[in-house]
């Protein structure tokens, strides 16, 4: 497997990726800094790849983090972005199906996050690995399913997806306790990502919130953006709570 190193955060997080494959990027980001964790928490991020969102939540909160991830390979490469970013006694990463997790992974936490394979029928990337990551083979509630699973009572479940595919993960969620945060491109375009969060057994009603802009006219990315993507900030929301 041939890698490249990219950094994260302003450069607080580097990671190497695969070459070819899919490649976590913005959505890794902002999926990280919407997961409202505190000191003491543990996570679990369902789907980790090369392990930039575990690795990005846990440079801002220092909160405890596994990463489960089907692939072999990237297991193996992700610890490796562990240690190197001195992170390996807090974030590990482990080789499971997120729709049937090891044993010592049946268990609740804090957060669980993850970024699901949320593209439906059509043509498949030809890279298997990029495949895989990709197209959800009508598995996207199943995932959400698997999130809300883990997670404890009172905990937070995080997921980013498709905004085109927002109704469908909502009728597979509960019908309180969540929030739906859009990610827009720019003020006037339609968004394209949207966040999703539940806190589990909250009964407190939906929450549109009004969500981010990311970029500003001229192509640069907003104040707010910035400070998330290079400075590493939270994504700052107001979610139900219990």
């Not at 497997?1 to 990027?25: D, N």
């Not at 409202?36 to 939540?57: D, K, M, Q, V």
């Not at 999130?147 to 109704?167: E, N, Q, Y």
């Amino acid at each position: 497997m041939i890698v490249e190193a990219e950094t994260f955060l302003g450069g607080k997080v580097i990671v190497r990726q695969p070459e070819t494959g899919f490649r976590s990027g913005l959505d890794a980001v902002m999926l990280a800094a919407a997961v409202p964790a505190r000191t003491g928490h543990i996570a679990l991020e369902l789907g980790a790849g090369s392990g930039a969102a575990s690795l990005c939540l846990a440079a801002r909160t220092g909160i405890a983090v596994t990463g489960l991830e089907l692939d072999a390979a990237l297991v193996l490469l992700a610890n490796e972005n562990a240690a190197a970013n001195v992170m390996g006694e807090t974030v590990r990463f482990v080789e499971g199906d997120v729709l049937s997790p090891p044993e010592a992974l049946k268990t609740g936490f804090d957060m669980v996050f993850a970024n699901p394979p949320f593209h439906g029928p059509g043509s498949a990337p030809p890279d298997p690995a990029r495949a895989r990551a990709l197209m959800d083979k009508d598995s996207l509630a199943a995932w959400l399913a698997a999130g809300l699973k883990r997670t404890i009572s009172g905990g937070v479940f995080t997921a980013i997806i498709r905004a085109d595919r927002a109704g469908e993960a909502l009728v597979a969620l509960p019908e309180t306790g969540v929030t739906l945060i859009p990610l827009w491109p720019r003020a006037e375009l339609p968004a394209k990502r949207v966040i999703l969060q539940v806190v589990k057994g909250s009964g407190a009603a939906f929450v549109l919130h009004p969500g981010l802009i990311l970029h500003q006219n001229d192509g640069a990315y907003t104040p707010q953006a910035q400070a998330i993507l290079r400075g590493g900030s939270a994504l700052a929301l107001d979610f139900p709570r219990l």
